[in-house]
Nanobody, 125 residues
Framework: QAQLVESGGGLVQAGGSLRLSCAAN????????IGWFRQTLGKEREFVAT???????YYADSVKGRFTLSKDNAKKTIYLQMDNLNPEDTAVYYC???????????????????WGQGTQVTVSS
């Protein structure tokens, strides 16, 4: 059964950094596009960033210039480096994978086939 496991969340002060990891138990990892979403209580899950299987990354405007994606195909892991965090970044962060992603669909939940359980990120002011 395909599985995505996020880690690296925690509590950090505003201006600080965290690096989230998403380990994928997917035989087809190298052919997957991997994305990150986040969600706060009472709000819809929000697109954060996606990296296509070729390595090109796209970011939500709210995180552009502060968050950076990278991946290690050998470890089947994708990383979300989050710098200059602010309290508005507080959320549960989810990683997701999809093999048929196209640019026009990267913000859509239904474009992704697999989801992790999420990791909490809390940024204090």
């Amino acid at each position: 059964q395909a599985q995505l496991v996020e880690s690296g969340g925690g509590l950090v002060q505003a201006g600080g950094s965290l690096r989230l990891s998403c380990a994928a138990n997917l035989d087809t990892f190298s052919r997957q596009s991997i994305g990150w979403f986040r969600q706060t209580l009472g709000k819809e899950r929000e697109f954060v960033a996606t990296m296509f299987r070729g390595g090109r990354a796209y970011y939500a405007d709210s995180v552009k210039g502060r968050f950076t994606l990278s991946k290690d195909n050998a470890k089947k892991t994708i990383y979300l480096q989050m710098d200059n965090l602010n309290p508005e970044d507080t959320a549960v962060y989810y990683c997701a994978a999809g093999a048929r992603l196209i640019l026009s669909t990267i913000t859509r939940h239904d474009a992704y086939d697999y989801w992790g359980q999420g990791t909490q990120v809390t940024v204090s002011s």
